[in-house]
């Protein structure tokens, strides 16, 4: 039976936090009472180590996923897009939210000359599939690792003479930290689900999960279904530089995905057009395109990097 006091597990940053309280307020509109529970996993603490050098995925979801199992929590609260494509046998994710903003942006320091100067431009991130892209654009440019909370990391930009970071908007903008300056990367392939806010939670729990999906928004499960199973086919797990986005307009879904090379210097990147009736089928459909178009060697490259 749900008790009239839902534990929701979070990691304690305040984007982490703000999506938690996100979820709070509507389970609160379905009239059940919640408290926030906070943990820490090891990505976390240690903000020096490059994310794809933890090894695996789920590096900041498993913790909460642990504390599911022991019964600390009842329901966990994540990024999407940090999720591993397939939940640890016993749980699922029972809904997700609204899509936010998906864009990549470039937060820069009010000088963007250096975007044509195909020679000098240094820009920090801590995802490789940010990287990868960059220099597929910017083969030339040099790019340094930045770690830590979205405070730490605007904080790290204006100490370093870094050109710019690369952030996803939807942060930003969720804790009122969109900087003046800032540059949308349209041509920036996000990540699967990015923007996205998953809430899990343990199969056994059917009186939770029926409440989770009353908040579930259906859109927005449709297309993190889609751009989740293009990642999960690829073989690519949450650090690997894969990109996929959708959208739907009236009975179709649009699909645009791919996958690059370390060093930016390949990719194989589609764009595809389905039917709604097809959605649980898009991505891997899309996914067996782009690994017989090469994207196969580019993934095997990666796993021997």
Known sequence: ???????????DSKLAV?????VQRLLKNAGINSELVM???????????PLHQFGGVGIFTK?????LFKNEIDIAVHSLKDYPTQSPE?????????RGPSQDILVHKGDLSFLNNEKEGLIATGSIRRIAQWKSKFPKHQTTNLRGNVQTRLQKLAD????????????????????????????????PAQGTIGVGCRNEDQEIVDVLKTINHRETEIRAT????????????????????STIEGDKIHLTAGVFELDGSNKVVVNKTFKMEDYKNAGQLAAKEVLANGGKEIMQNIDHA
């Open 18 to 22: 703000w999506q938690a309280e996100t």
């Open 1 to 11: 039976m749900i008790t009239n006091n839902l534990r929701i597990g979070t990691r």
């Open 63 to 67: 913790i909460l996923d642990d504390a």
């Open 160 to 191: 370093n003479n870094w050109n710019g970071a690369i952030f996803a908007k939807a942060g930003l903008e969720r804790i009122d930290l969109l900087p003046e300056h800032f540059e949308v990367l349209d041509w920036m392939i996000p990540a």
């Open 39 to 49: 943990v820490k996993s090891p990505a976390d603490i240690d903000l020096i180590t």
């Open 90 to 98: 016993g749980l699922t994710i029972a809904a997700v939210l609204e």
């Open 226 to 245: 889609v751009e989740r199973q293009f990642l999960r086919t690829v073989e690519g797990g949450c650090s690997a530089p894969v990109g996929a986005f």
